[in-house]
């Protein structure tokens, strides 16, 4: 990966007193090719695609960029940090993405010879535009913007 970009997130979410109907993190999937996450305490959780429930976290998980690149072998995992009324989480985040200023997915590969592109072309400043016009609380996904119907 040439000129690759690091992102470092630390998050400190302090006891709530009703974890049931608030979020630390709404449900996401990163801006990144792979997310590894530390964390104090548990409270990262994964929606499982089989059965739509929410489990508990490994400490590295697949984002947008790798699922895009993959032409979707590789799905970005839609996670969430949940809270807890004891004590405060503090949770250190590094995704690991391709650079940030040029287009990110050119897909020139064998796999796109044998597989048609399932996702189109897009950059940091489109994830931005993204961000600004879209509700990530609400559900949506930069990723499901990229893909190609057929
Ligand atoms: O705090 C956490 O456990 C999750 C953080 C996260 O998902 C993020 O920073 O993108
Ligand atoms: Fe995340």
Not at 30 to 56: A, H, M, N, P
């Amino acid at each position: 990966m040439d000129e690759g970009m690091q992102v470092m997130a630390v998050n400190c979410y302090p006891p709530c007193p009703q974890p049931d109907i608030a979020f630390g993190l709404p449900p996401h999937s990163d801006y990144s090719c792979l997310t590894i996450v530390l964390q104090s305490s548990e409270g990262l959780e994964f929606l499982g695609k089989e059965d739509e429930s929410w489990r508990k976290v490994p400490n590295v998980h697949v984002g947008d960029h790798l699922e895009v690149l993959s032409n979707g072998i590789y799905k970005s995992v839609v996670h969430r940090a949940t809270l807890n009324h004891e004590r405060t989480r503090i949770s250190i985040t590094s995704l690991h993405s391709l650079h940030s200023l040029g287009v990110y997915v050119k897909m020139e590969t064998a796999k796109e010879l044998q597989h048609p592109k399932g996702y189109k072309e897009s950059s940091f400043m489109d994830f931005l535009n993204f961000l600004s016009k879209n509700d990530i609380a609400g559900g949506k996904n930069f990723t499901n913007t990229l893909k190609i119907v057929k």
